[in-house]
């Protein structure tokens, strides 16, 4: 699905969550451009993976409305969102462990394909989910893993196939929450470049507590506090902000 020239991909508009008297999302209205290379940075507790699980759709908001390309999907469930182009990874993976990696990524590949109900025919008998399914592979230098299963490689590696999956389905929003944990020097070099390098046309929304590389990669970056946006704009902008300063510093913030 794609909107008109200038429609978001991305909308949201004043959208909470609630649980109880913790307001984990509090009246966040948030914009991301087609292609745009976006962040959301906040300290622990500042309902960045709430606001992801909004986007795509694992929790309803309290209220607000979200839109992708122009069309309200608020009330949408998450394959119906991922049905329009949502995917996204989470803090901890999400694979088949018993599986092997090429396996992983061609279930990816089949998710949101109507031939995934055909039966008795193995998918690897789909030549352009085999196509796919290698070209992701040597884009997060899995190929050499393969045939393992997903339990047994690297961590790293473990990290870059949560990565490849999400982007089997050609989505348009991809939603990367903390790509980067748990990685070693080495390992985070890989993934940033891997990111960097991502089709332009996909629009991502990263979480990152890392702001060295939160701030490398996306040219506009929301700031969440407490459930609510304490600074949205470019990243000179929001790093030269006395209020985000003092947020990531532990001090109060009055605004």
Known sequence: ???????????????????????????????????????????????????????????????????????????????QRAALGVARTFQITRLFPELSVIDNVLLACAALDRRKFTMFRPLSSHGDFMERAGRLLDQFELSNVRDERARHISYGAQRRLDV???????????????????????????????????????????????????????ARVTVLHQGKVLADGSRDEVSANELVQQAYLGGSVNS
Do not use: Y
């Open 164 to 218: 490849a999956l999400a982007l089997a389905g050609h989505p348009r929003l991809l939603l990367l929450d903390e790509p980067m944990a748990g990685l070693s020097t080495p390992e985070r070099v890989a993934m940033r470049g891997l990111l960097e390098q991502l089709d332009p046309s996909i629009a991502v929304l990263l979480i990152e507590h890392d702001m060295d590389v939160a701030f490398s990669f996306a």
């Open 1 to 79: 699905m794609s909107g008109s020239p200038g429609t978001p991909c991305l909308q949201l508009e004043r959208v909470s969550r609630h649980f109880g008297g913790l307001k984990a999302v509090d009246d966040v209205t948030l914009t991301v451009e087609p292609g745009a290379r976006h962040a959301v940075i906040g300290p622990n507790g500042a309902g960045k993976t709430t606001l992801f699980n909004i986007i795509s759709g694992e929790f309803p908001p309290s209220s607000g409305a979200i839109t992708l390309d122009g069309r309200n999907v608020t009330k949408l469930k998450p394959h």
